[in-house]
């Protein structure tokens, strides 16, 4: 069987940047496991993905825009420290929620003045170039719910919260 829209795919995986440094990993966890084709994984990773079986293994460079997208200066905000009304501490790293003009982001707070705050709406890995070290432990037909859902149920898959 190989990977393709509509199995439900095991993998283990490292992720490395370009300097080697490890950001992520499922070794020594349960693999990830994910409906294929659902984009429950990022784009380019699930590319070098497809038509693979069981056993084998890659190595994948996905480049920003196939992974989290390019580095963005426009989704850096300063705002004025009312827009955080009943938050009595306001630190670097905070996250929240903010709508902008073309969505809602997850905003992570740069840094703190007297009366304004920097947030930046960039995913903390974008304009990365990732390398992913990729073995497929299992590929199984997902079940006519998963498919409708968009994602993996039951052992190993995400639940509903």
């Not at 993905?49 to 460079?61: E, H, L, M, S």
Request: proline content about 2%; cysteine-free; hydrophobic content about 30%.
């Amino acid at each position: 069987m190989q990977t393709s829209n509509g199995k439900v795919v095991s993998i283990h995986y490292t992720l490395t940047n370009e300097q080697g440094e490890i950001l992520d990993s499922s070794i020594g966890r349960e693999p990830l496991t994910y409906l294929h084709g659902s984009k429950n994984i990022i784009e380019g990773l699930e590319k070098e993905i497809t038509g693979k079986k069981v056993g084998d293994k890659i190595t994948a460079r996905i480049e920003p825009k196939d992974g989290y997208g390019e580095y963005r200066e426009d989704l850096i905000r300063v705002v004025g420290k009312e827009a955080f009304e009943g938050i009595d501490e306001i630190e670097v790293g905070m996250q929240f929620q903010a709508d902008f003009e073309d969505g809602t982001y997850v905003v992570t707070v740069e840094d703190v003045s007297d009366d304004e705050v920097t947030l930046n709406a960039n995913h903390e890995l974008a304009g990365v170039p990732l390398i992913f070290d990729v073995e497929i432990m299992e590929i199984r037909d997902a079940s006519e719910e998963e498919i409708s859902h968009g994602h993996v149920h039951g052992h190993h898959g995400h639940h509903h919260h």
